[in-house]
T-cell receptor, first 111, second 113 residues
Framework: QKEVEQNSGPLSVPEGAIASLNCTYS??????FFWYRQYSGKSPELIMF????GDKEDGRFTAQLNKASQYVSLLIRDSQPSDSATYLC???????????FGKGTRLHILP | EAGVAQSPRYKIIEKRQSVAFWCNPI?????LYWYQQILGQGPKLLIQ????????DSQLPKDRFSAERLKGVDSTLKIQPAKLEDSAVYLC???????????FGDGTRLSIL
């Protein structure tokens, strides 16, 4: 069974520091990788997506993909209290397969 | 660009009653998804449509859940009869195609008494 694993947390990070969130996946042939942020009581909001090995940067966010090791990471630089949320990793194994969400990592930025 | 619209936002019913949710995806998005999210867990895909055809409904409890997407635009998800374990948030999402990022609606919070 194809799986996406995330540490449930909570991960506590001081304000201004770098928050590092990790996600591992079981299907080596996976094609697309997504990070969503979900505030309590709200729906998931797309932050980043990445298809190729390496890094992708967007503002304070960087997604890192390592297909050989089957993990994808999200780095948040200069963490702000407003970054406190649950971060969901989602993996699309292939065009013909359904997307799989991890259970999410709760991030808490300490003021 | 208007986002994914869902209604109602909240619904409270008693077990064994029926309930229906409605979703209008982003204009031009061919793929539509219904998810169930239980508190503390990630979204679980119930059904995925490509235009008006079903792509995946392997996790849909078909004895009580049904969904349709007539004309390939709006979609409805129905539960009949509801069980206590159906208490969850029901999320609708859409994407341009099956590998593009999904965009979520605000969800419907369902409580079963």
């Amino acid at each position: 069974q194809k799986e996406v694993e995330q540490n449930s947390g909570p991960l506590s990070v001081p304000e201004g520091a770098i928050a590092s969130l990790n996600c591992t996946y079981s299907d080596r042939g996976s094609q697309s990788f997504f990070w969503y942020r979900q505030y309590s009581g709200k729906s998931p909001e797309l932050i980043m997506f990445i298809y190729s090995n390496g890094d992708k940067e967007d503002g304070r966010f960087t997604a890192q993909l390592n297909k050989a090791s089957q993990y994808v990471s999200l780095l948040i630089r200069d963490s702000q209290p407003s970054d406190s949320a649950t971060y969901l990793c989602a993996v699309n194994p292939s065009r013909d397969d359904k997307i799989i969400f991890g259970k999410g990592t709760r991030l808490h930025i300490l003021p | 660009e208007a986002g994914v619209a869902q209604s109602p936002r909240y619904k409270i019913i008693e077990k064994r009653q029926s309930v229906a949710f409605w979703c209008n995806p982003i204009s031009g998005h061919a793929t539509l998804y219904w998810y169930q999210q239980i508190l503390g867990q990630g979204p679980k895909l119930l059904i995925q449509f490509q235009n008006n055809g079903v792509v995946d409904d392997s996790q849909l409890p078909k004895d009580r859940f049904s969904a349709e997407r007539l004309k390939g635009v709006d979609s409805t998800l129905k539960i009949q009869p509801a069980k206590l374990e159906d208490s969850a948030v029901y999320l609708c999402a859409s994407s341009l195609d099956r590998v593009q990022p999904q965009h979520f609606g605000d969800g419907t919070r369902l409580s079963i008494l």
